[in-house]
C-alpha cells in the first residue's frame, strides 16, 4: 500500500514564476492538508481540501492555491514566487472523521532564486 | 486548537527511556493530545495519541496527566534512529485529522 506520494521531490524556479506542486493521498483516504516548512521551523498549515472544495486555511496570501480531483489526488499552486517561499512543502492525507492521524509525504523542496 | 510548549533540545542515552514532556493548560475537554516526530528530511510521522487515559503503541507511551494540563511521551528504549523533532500538537476531534497546529517542537538528540 503505497503511502502519501508527492512530485517532484525538488525544483528550482526564479522569482515571479508559478509552481505546481502534486500530491496522492494514502489508499482510502479523502481529505488533504497541505503545508509549507521553512529552514528550522515546523510545518505551517496552508489548507485543506475535502470532497473537491477548499475546507480550511491558514494565514497564507492568495497567490497559494489548490485543487482535489475526484481521486482526492491535489494539487498547490504558488504565482509570483518569492524567495520567502523556498520551503520545504508537505501533504498530508487522512479520512475524515474523528481522531484520525494524519500520514505525511516526503515533501518538495522548492528552492526559489 | 491550544497551544503546546515544549523544550526546544533534549539528549538521551542510547538505551535508556526518553522522556518528552509538554505542556498544554488550555486544552478543552473534547481536545486530543497528539504527537509526531520528523527525521531530518522526511515528512512528520504519526506516533500516538490520547484523549484521558495513558496510551501504549509499539513505538512509544503516552502519559496524561489527570488534569489534562501536560503529557509525557516515553519512548522505553532510544535508538539513534530515534533522533529526530518531536513534535506535541493538540487538536479538536472535528478537526479533520490533517489539519494541525505545529509548534517548534522538541530536538531530541539520542547520543550512543
Known amino acids: 500500500d503505497a503511502g502519501v506520494t508527492q512530485s517532484p521531490t525538488h525544483l528550482i524556479k526564479t522569482r515571479g514564476q508559478q509552481v505546481t506542486l502534486r500530491c496522492s493521498p494514502k489508499?482510502?483516504?479523502?481529505?488533504v492538508s497541505w503545508y509549507q516548512q521553512a529552514l528550522g521551523q515546523g510545518p505551517q498549515f496552508i489548507f485543506q481540501?475535502?470532497?473537491?472544495?477548499?475546507?480550511q486555511r491558514g494565514n497564507f496570501p492568495d497567490r497559494f492555491s489548490g485543487h482535489q480531483f475526484p481521486n482526492y489526488s491535489s494539487e498547490l499552486n504558488v504565482n509570483a514566487l518569492l524567495l520567502g517561499d523556498s520551503a520545504l512543502y508537505l501533504c498530508?492525507?487522512?479520512?475524515?472523521?474523528?481522531?484520525?492521524?494524519?500520514?505525511f509525504g516526503q515533501g518538495t523542496r522548492l528552492t526559489v532564486v | 486548537d491550544a497551544k503546546t510548549t515544549q523544550p526546544p533540545s533534549m539528549d538521551c542515552a542510547e538505551g535508556r527511556a526518553a522522556n518528552l514532556p509538554c505542556n498544554h493548560s488550555?486544552?478543552?475537554?473534547?481536545?486530543?493530545v497528539y504527537w509526531y516526530r520528523q527525521i531530518h528530511s522526511q515528512g512528520p510521522q504519526y506516533i500516538i495519541h490520547?484523549?484521558?487515559n495513558n496510551e501504549t503503541n509499539e513505538m512509544a507511551s503516552l502519559i496524561i496527566t489527570e488534569d489534562r494540563k501536560s503529557s509525557t511521551l516515553i519512548l522505553p528504549h532510544a535508538t539513534l534512529r530515534d533522533t529526530a523533532v518531536y513534535y506535541c500538537?493538540?487538536?479538536?476531534?472535528?478537526?479533520?485529522?490533517?489539519?494541525?497546529?505545529f509548534g517548534g517542537g522538541t530536538r531530541l538528540m539520542v547520543k550512543p
Open positions: 481540501y475535502y470532497e473537491e472544495e477548499e475546507r
Open positions: 500538537i493538540v487538536r479538536e476531534p472535528n478537526n479533520a485529522g490533517n489539519m494541525l497546529t
Open positions: 490520547g484523549l484521558k
Open positions: 489508499s482510502g483516504h479523502d481529505t
Open positions: 488550555t486544552i478543552s475537554g473534547n481536545e486530543y
Open positions: 498530508a492525507s487522512s479520512l475524515r472523521g474523528r481522531g484520525t492521524e494524519a500520514f
